[in-house]
């Protein structure tokens, strides 16, 4: 039995859980930083990197307790290494390196897109599917897709070329005055909505398997702010928050049809590759992959199957991280304890090599 002592701090959950042989969760203590956030409208770096410095302790603790265990029952420490905000991220790091100086334990710097991969092994019925798998992480930071052909080993097959889907929720939540984070809200929003009420458009990229989200954001903008876009500054061309409603706009019919035409090119472009790969089956992780729209679409047009995590494990946690540490530790992946927080990570197959 391994049992693995898990830390994240990446952006703004202050995270730690316990896990047993990589699919079992002894403790997950999240403590989100949502409401600190909401008056900004979006994540703040410096006020993120504070609220991780003051919980982390606590929530280390709790995590221990919560699943009975001491140090003395650890077998690894593993902490989020990026990619992240490297204040925030810093804060984890530190810690766990000095728990692991403190005990003598091993340490393992996990990169956090291979955490959400993960979440689908403390998935409750989760039965490891034969590899490869495609992987869709749609999150606040990050839409990636990437081929895992066995445990460990990425291709990275595609991205976002500009906004992550989950930062083009939050960014049109806020020009739409809903509350932070925006994904949430606007899918609530959205079941009042009509999806066809506005026919935005899906960005064409280079990249076969690519996706762009600004281009959509900006045409949400222009279908439901009061200036036309051409007549303003630049200056005001990025205040989303600044711009005036129109006061005849139903915000439930943008709300819905944003997220119809977002997800619709989530999923399009995932089934097309899941075909053109050959994959056996497809596995969606990061805080987006909390829409029940984007799960239906996938779930319908994918003759594949399909694994989710449950709505706890889709958003930021640090069971996610202490499953990825399993197998890595497992392998024989140890850190130096002088290594340092990577602001930008791709998965790739040599993942781990500096
Ligand atoms: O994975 P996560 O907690 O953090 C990052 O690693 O970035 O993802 C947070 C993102 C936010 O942008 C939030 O708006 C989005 O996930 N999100 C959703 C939903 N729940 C959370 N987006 C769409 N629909 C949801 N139900
Ligand atoms: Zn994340």
Redesign the pocket.
Same mark, same amino acid.
């Given at each position: 039995m391994t049992t693995i002592l898990a830390i994240e701090t $990446?952006?703004d959950?202050t995270a730690a859980a316990v896990i047993t042989d990589g699919r079992r969760i002894r403790s997950n203590i999240v403590a989100s930083q949502i409401d600190l956030h909401a008056q900004y409208g979006g994540v703040f770096p410096e006020v993120a990197s504070r609220a991780h410095a003051e919980a982390i302790s606590a929530v280390v603790s709790q995590a221990l307790d919560a699943a009975s265990v001491r140090y003395a029952d650890l077998d690894a420490i593993a902490v989020t290494q990026g990619p992240g905000l490297v204040g925030s991220l810093l804060v984890g790091i530190n810690f766990a390196k000095g728990l692991a100086l403190a005990t003598d334990l091993p340490l393992l710097g996990i990169n956090?897109l291979e955490g959400?991969i993960y979440s689908l092994w403390l998935t409750p019925g989760f039965v490891e599917p034969e590899f490869p798998l495609l992987a869709l992480i749609v $999150?606040?930071?990050?839409s990636e897709l990437a081929l895992m052909r066995c445990h460990g080993v990425y291709e990275r097959i595609g991205g976002t070329i500009d906004d992550?889907a &989950?930062?083009a929720?939050?960014k049109v939540?806020r020009l739409l005055g809903l509350p932070f984070?925006?994904?949430?809200a606007?899918?609530r929003a959205a079941r009042n909505g009509d999806p066809r009420a506005f026919r935005f458009p899906i960005a064409k990229t280079d990249g076969e398997y690519d996706f762009s989200f600004s281009g959509l954001k900006t045409a949400v903008m222009r279908a439901a702010t009061a200036q036309p876009t051409a007549r303003r500054n630049k200056r005001e061309r990025g205040a989303e928050r600044a711009a005036a409603l129109r006061d005849d706009v139903n915000i439930a019919d943008v709300a819905s049809s944003f997220q119809e035409a977002l997800t619709e090119a989530l999923a399009k472009t995932t089934v097309r590759a899941a075909a053109d790969f050959d994959v056996r089956a497809v596995l969606l992780a &990061?805080?987006?992959s909390?829409?029940?729209l984007l799960r239906r679409k996938l779930a319908a047009a994918l003759d594949l199957p399909l694994w989710t995590p449950p709505l706890a494990l889709?958003?930021?946690n640090a069971a996610m991280i202490g499953a990825a540490a399993h197998f890595r530790f497992r392998e024989g992946l140890r850190s130096s304890l002088d290594f340092e927080a990577r602001a930008s990570w791709r998965l790739s197959e040599d993942v781990y090599a500096v």
């Open positions: $990446s952006c959950e956090h959400h $999150s606040g930071g990050h992550a &989950g930062e929720f939050d939540g984070p925006g994904g949430p606007i899918e &990061g805080g987006v909390a829409n029940g889709c958003t930021d």
